[in-house]
């Protein structure tokens, strides 16, 4: 079984995800400064740690930008219990996607878990032995599981050998990696309510795909807004662009936030 409890952001935090899709450490650090304030996490993907590498997470963690160990970073057996602490800075999101033999894979996450991650993401698509490899790998770390991209439409699906509602395929998949020991998963918003109800409360569920009212879908598919995601039951929301394009970012990422904190409490989750 992964790592962790179902997500529930430090205190004062909104379930937010900024994601720092930075072409360079620089942008990366100035983003981090402007969004930190206004998020439970910060998402490093591929752009950023193919550039930079684990150094990001360092630089990142000096500037007080990022929660690291002393901190309490990491799954929470490991470091406060919801409602404990205190804010603090954001907690590390490491969106790799590791996709490969589950040998490759396994190596891949006990690398990556020296950096002390919360959340480490696989593909799915990867299979039920390469989850159960990259669990076992990082016991510390929680697998967050991709079910189906959300720049995917039901076209492009059916292009890919999956024909079929968008919904059937990430059902399968996410019974698949709950079956592998996943508690972690990643689907759009579309599809929380459907894997809420198949899975239980038990799940923690990310959602990406996630476009405040009136900003461009870009190349998402299925996409809701902050409040929707919520609303229907998703634990951290992803969201990118639509604030690291912005010209004020910190304002971007405070709007987001407190879009979702104004559908919170007991009715709203
Ligand atoms: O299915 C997935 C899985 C991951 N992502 C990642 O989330 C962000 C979304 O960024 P936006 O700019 O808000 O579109 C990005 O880093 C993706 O790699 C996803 O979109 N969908």
């Known amino acids: 079984m992964s790592a962790g409890r179902r997500f529930t952001p430090r205190a004062g935090r909104a379930p937010l995800a900024v994601a720092l899709d930075a072409p360079d450490g620089a942008t990366a650090l100035r983003w981090a ?10 998402k490093i993907g591929l752009e950023l740690f193919y550039r930079e590498g684990p150094a990001i997470v360092t630089a990142l963690r000096a500037a007080g930008l990022l929660a690291g160990p002393a901190d ?14 205190a804010g603090g800075p954001p907690e590390l999101f490491l969106d790799l996607k590791l996709h490969d033999i ?10 990556v878990a020296t950096l002390q991650p919360r959340f480490v993401t696989v593909h799915a698509a990867g299979g039920a032995a390469m989850i159960r490899a990259a669990i076992a790998a990082a016991p510390t770390v929680e697998v967050a599981v ?7 439409d039901a076209a492009a699906l059916a292009a890919v050998g999956l024909a079929g509602p968008p919904q059937d395929a990430v059902r399968r998949l996410a019974v698949l ?11 759009s918003p579309r599809e929380v309510r459907m894997v809420r109800s198949e899975l239980g409360s038990n799940v923690t569920l990310i959602t990406p795909g ?11 598919a299925r996409i809701a807004t902050p409040r929707e995601a919520l609303e229907a039951g998703a634990d951290l929301v992803v969201v990118g662009r ?15 936030a407190d879009s979702i904190s104004a559908g919170q409490g007991p009715a709203a989750r």
Do not use: F, N, Y
């Open 33 to 42: 400064a402007a969004v930190a304030p206004h998020t439970a996490v910060l």
């Open 72 to 85: 309490g970073a990491g799954p929470a057996e490991l470091g406060t219990a919801p409602g404990e602490a």
């Open 102 to 111: 589950p040998a490759t894979v396994a190596g891949g996450m006990r690398s």
């Open 146 to 152: 991709v079910t189906v991209l959300t720049s995917l």
């Open 177 to 187: 990696a709950v079956e592998a020991g996943a508690r972690t998963l990643v689907c």
């Open 210 to 220: 996630v476009r405040p009212e009136g900003s461009e879908a870009a190349d998402q």
């Open 242 to 256: 639509p604030i690291t394009r912005a010209t004020d970012l910190g304002g971007a990422a405070k709007m987001v």
